[in-house]
C-alpha cells in the first residue's frame, strides 16, 4: 500500500506541477519574453508526462475556453482511488 500511495503522491505532485508551470511559463511569454531554457525543458518533460493521462479525459469534458479542468478531473480520481485503496488495505 504504501508504495501505491506513494506513486499516486508522485502522480499528483506531477499534476500539480504541470499546472503551475503552464501559469509561470504561459505569464513570461505573455510579458513578451522566453522562459528561461531549464524552465521551459522541465515543463516538456512534465507536458510529454501528463499529456497522455490528460489527453483522453480532456475530450470527453466541455470545451469552457481557454480554461482546462482536465488536471483537476484527474487530481480527484487519483484522490479517490487513494482513499479507496486506504480503506481495502
Do not use: K
Not at 11 to 21: E, F, K, T
Not at 37 to 49: H, P
Request: charged fraction near 10%; charge should be neutral.
Amino acid at each position: 500500500m504504501d508504495i501505491i500511495s506513494l506513486f499516486i503522491t508522485l502522480c499528483y505532485l506531477v499534476l500539480l506541477a504541470r499546472i503551475v508551470l503552464g501559469f509561470v511559463v504561459q505569464y513570461i511569454q505573455m510579458q513578451g519574453n522566453n522562459p528561461p531554457d531549464a524552465l521551459f525543458r522541465v515543463y516538456e518533460v512534465v507536458f510529454a508526462v501528463t499529456e497522455p493521462v490528460l489527453a483522453p479525459i480532456r475530450r470527453m469534458l466541455p470545451q469552457l475556453g481557454m480554461l482546462d479542468l482536465s488536471p483537476l478531473v484527474v487530481m480527484i480520481i487519483l484522490v479517490v482511488i487513494q482513499r479507496v485503496l486506504g480503506a481495502l488495505l
